[in-house]
């Protein structure tokens, strides 16, 4: 099972530091990949119809996943990183296979996408596209993705999107991985049909049950159960050892990936949510875990202007 950690984003202000520093422990404390969470806009949430029922407000900071991981594979050698998730519908599908394309071969083939559909209609607004038909554009989103990412002229026509004999160069060094999130039954149908793999975020309940939900679901599209991938994302964690129990009893279930989730549990600085990192590593026996100051010392090009 590889094992992540989500980017704390709301509890550090938007503090590039924080960007650096969590990145580089991620990889030292020997962290398979980082996973980052994706909001264009932050709404107010009074006085809406109808109701913006998501956690996140304006006062959320969020960074560009995109843009955050290009500079994080610049400064680290090995991990992972996951959009969790992208909300694919209300972007342009030809500039995110670009922005997918550019990232996974600027990393060395590090980024798997994870997408979904979102909640914030006013950020759908903001952006142009209409949050009434979101589900439905994702799915032939995903498969015009896989057309750019893999032909070199594309002559697509199709609900949302119409691609007139045209292509992105370059593509892709491989396959790009397409996980799906969400929460409702649509989204486990459609992971179940077009996807990878499956993102568990905060929302999700009886995880262990809904998974294997899922794999039925994937076996009865004639699919290979053993390819299709499952992540949770541990929150609620009380201590680094209930966190380390509940990766390990997701294993034991079948789960392919796990990402640890920091926030809200008080950390007040950068150095807590990395020594709670560091802590839940040494107890999961990886590789940088016995030694939390190692993952927070700089490299000797740090610091310096390129």
Known sequence: MQIGVVYPQIELGGDPDAVRRIGRATEELGFDHLLAYDHVLGAEHAHRTPTLTGPYTEHDPFHDPFVM????????????????????????????????????????????????????????????????TRGAREEEQIGLLRRLWTEPVVDFTGRFDRVDRAGTLPHPSRPVPIWLGGSSSAALDRAARLGDGFIFGGRSTNVHETWDRLRDLVSAQNREVGEFGGEYAVFGARSPSEAADRIRAWGEVGGTHASIVTMGMGHSSIDDHIEFLADVASMLGLPGGSDPVAAQRPTPTEGRTP
């Open 69 to 132: 991981f290009a500079y994080l594979a610049g400064r680290t050698e090995r991990i992972g990183f996951v959009s969790g998730v992208i909300v694919l519908p209300q972007r342009q599908t030809a500039l995110v296979a670009r922005q997918v394309a550019d990232l996974d071969l600027l990393s060395g083939g590090r980024f798997r996408l994870g997408v979904g559909v979102g909640w914030n209609h006013v950020e759908y607004q903001s952006l142009g596209q209409d949050f009434r």
